[in-house]
Each structure stands twice: as structure tokens, then as C-alpha cells.
């Protein structure tokens, strides 16, 4: 884009990047079609890691975004152009003093362990996992 701003494909990148599978692996088209109940195909998810999607539907952008478990408003905006919403995220969550604890003993773990725990995380939040909003009839 000759305006400077973050083509959907890059930032769909370092979305990837960032927002990891509970294994602490990179989510794939495969992992991607899976979570989202067939919404979004393994074809779709390679089109739009190579930039041939120029404008993705609102609807995909919210099934990868419940998916893989961050804001679809990181999709979006000057914040997720310049990569500071999830710090702004990590800010606003390190005001709850439990958060603030849980981080601290992660610190202390080895990376392998720190992964494990996230896994963990994710399997006993609702709001994190896909397969537990589908199962209690929310998500489409």
C-alpha cells in the first residue's frame, strides 16, 4: 500500500506471530478451518498469508480473531497498524492484581512450562476457547 498503511496479509502475519496455538505452536490453515467450524478454509487462510485477499469480510476477520483468541479490533485501527494493542491489552489486564501475580510466577518458569501453562489457561477459559463456545451454542 503506497499509504503507509499495514497490508491485511502482514498484519495477518504478525498476528500469527503473536497469538499462538495453547501448544505454543503457529496456528496453520489446517488448525485455523478446524476452530472455526469450516468458516474459514485451509485455501482461505494460504490466500491471505500471500496477500491475493485484499479485502477479507468482517465475518472471517471474527471467526480467525475468536479462533486464535485476540480482539478483531486488532484487525483494525491505528493501535493494531503500529503493533501497540496488545500492550495496551497487557496493560489494562495488569491492573487486575491476580494477573499480575500469575505473571510473575510464569516469569520464573522455563519457556517450555510457560507454554504449558498458557495451554491450561486457554482450556479452562471459555471466552478462549472456540471448541467451548460452539459446544455451549454460542459462535457461528
Known sequence: MGDGREHVSERFLRLLALY???DGSEWGG????????????RSY?????????ENPGLAKLEAISEAMGFPPALWFGEAAEEGRA??????AAL???TVRSI????????PKDR????GIARQI???ASPKATRARGGGS
Open 115 to 118: 507454554r504449558m501453562l498458557l
Open 20 to 22: 499462538r496455538k495453547p
Open 103 to 110: 505473571l510473575e510466577e510464569a516469569l520464573g518458569l522455563r
Open 125 to 127: 477459559s471459555p471466552a
Open 30 to 41: 489446517q488448525d485455523i478451518e478446524n476452530a472455526t467450524g469450516g468458516a474459514v478454509t
Open 86 to 91: 496488545p500492550d495496551e491489552a497487557v496493560l
Open 45 to 53: 487462510v494460504a490466500n491471505l498469508k500471500q496477500g491475493r485477499i
Open 95 to 97: 491492573k487486575d492484581e
